[in-house]
């Protein structure tokens, strides 16, 4: 691969990672992407009401399409400083891997099909780009719902891009729901009406019954409380609180019973009069799968395997999950190494990122045959 490529996709990375891209706060990002794929003389380039940005490149015949998509949000709040760091194998940035780097991918995908350095290549079919919304947090897939209600069953595969996890072969998506838990009571004073119920106190309680349930590590399943807010001041006994709750498990009636477990826990400790506690269902990402013997998975694998990097079938949560859930061929491939994700150190490996780059130009061109 021409090494003008890498250092291509390595630049638009760090561009697409200096602008700031909350979940439900993309707009800016999604604009300079939409920009870029004018520039790059793409055609039917659209925005949607969820704000993901859309551009095909033709093909030469009228196989169906290949919808590759890569998620535009951050986990990072607006104000984060988004200062890149960069030595002779890493780049370091909030957000750099998950995922500036994945969305670069996209663009990595039409300067490859069309260098003669790489063999100038016109798929059978046209080949959707989608930088897409609503990933991380709750953004409960959005963005992917709205790429998979376009598409549908019209499209010959779903590919997910992701800037780390090289290696992995996500064709299985990881079941979640996500609560949001309220509690509240009349509150009051620290002292003069000490006894009164605390909001977060008996919000503190019910989390720890529900830290102490036991949960299966076959299938594996796990249970999260990622915030926990409330109360007004040092001196009051807090009329509200509340939490967010993350449930995930491998399969879906082991995930189904620990949320009902969940909302009967909840539901337990309210006290009519003096305690009110209420589970939201905020978020759920869909279970679905495709058989590690599908030709989707083994061509993914194969890819990886020709370019020296040791495939990991895996279940994962993606934005895969989503295509996965309605019976539809889809897969999630990382493009480089890295560690450090979800957090302000959060870095990329970018010695192996041409191989990550070579293996998803090799699947896109492959995906038809």
């Known amino acids: 691969?021409?090494?003008?490529?890498?250092?291509?996709?390595?630049?638009?990375?760090?561009?697409?990672?200096?602008?700031?891209?909350?979940?439900?706060?993309?707009?800016?990002?999604?604009?300079?992407?939409?920009?870029?794929?004018?520039?790059?003389?793409?055609?039917?380039?659209?925005l949607?009401?969820?704000?993901?940005?859309?551009?095909?490149?033709?093909?030469?015949?009228s196989a169906p399409p290949l919808v590759v998509s890569a998620h535009l949000d951050t986990v990072f709040p607006a104000d984060t400083q988004l200062i890149v760091t960069r030595s002779p194998e890493t780049i370091a940035g909030p957000g750099i891997g998950d995922n500036s780097l994945g969305v670069a991918g996209l663009f990595f995908l039409v300067w490859a099909l069309r260098s003669p350095e790489t063999g100038?290549?016109?798929?059978?079919?046209d080949l959707w780009l989608v930088a897409n919304t609503g990933e991380e947090g709750l953004g409960d897939l959005v963005g992917m719902r709205a790429v998979v209600d376009r598409f549908g069953a019209q499209a010959c595969a779903y590919l997910i891009l992701e800037g780390m996890a090289l290696g992995q072969v996500y064709h299985r998506g990881l079941g979640v729901r996500r609560y949001r838990i309220d509690a509240e009571t009349a509150g009051g004073h620290s002292w003069v009406d000490f006894g009164e119920p605390s909001a977060i106190h008996e919000l503190a309680a019910v989390i720890n019954r529900l830290a102490a349930m036991p949960l299966p590590q076959e299938p594996r399943t796990s249970l999260n409380v990622g915030i926990f807010s409330g109360g007004t001041s040092i001196n009051t006994i807090a009329a509200h609180a509340y939490c967010l709750l993350d449930l995930r498990s491998e399969d879906r009636n082991t995930l189904d019973a620990l949320a009902s477990d969940v909302e009967a826990t909840v539901h337990a400790a309210n006290h009519p009069g003096r305690v009110t506690l209420k589970a939201s269902l905020v978020g759920q990402r869909p279970v679905g799968?495709?058989?590690?013997?599908?030709?989707?998975?083994?061509?993914?694998?194969?890819?990886?395997?020709?370019?020296?990097?040791?495939?990991?079938?895996?279940?994962?949560?993606?934005?895969?999950n989503l295509p996965l859930s309605r019976g539809l061929p889809a897969i999630c491939l990382g493009l480089t190494t890295g560690s450090g994700a979800h957090t302000t150190g959060e870095m990329i490996d970018t010695r192996p990122l041409r191989q990550g780059l070579a293996q998803i130009l090799d699947f896109v061109r492959l995906v038809y045959f």
């Open 1 to 46: 691969m021409d090494s003008s490529l890498l250092t291509r996709t390595l630049d638009m990375a760090v561009a697409i990672q200096q602008i700031p891209a909350p979940t439900f706060n993309e707009a800016r990002r999604a604009s300079f992407v939409y920009n870029r794929f004018q520039e790059e003389r793409l055609l039917d380039i659209t």
């Open 48 to 61: 949607d009401t969820t704000g993901n940005v859309y551009a095909r490149l033709p093909g030469s015949g």
């Open 120 to 125: 100038l290549t016109r798929l059978p079919g």
């Open 289 to 320: 799968a495709l058989s590690a013997s599908h030709p989707l998975v083994r061509l993914a694998m194969r890819c990886l395997d020709e370019h020296g990097i040791q495939p990991y079938p895996n279940i994962g949560s993606t934005d895969a």
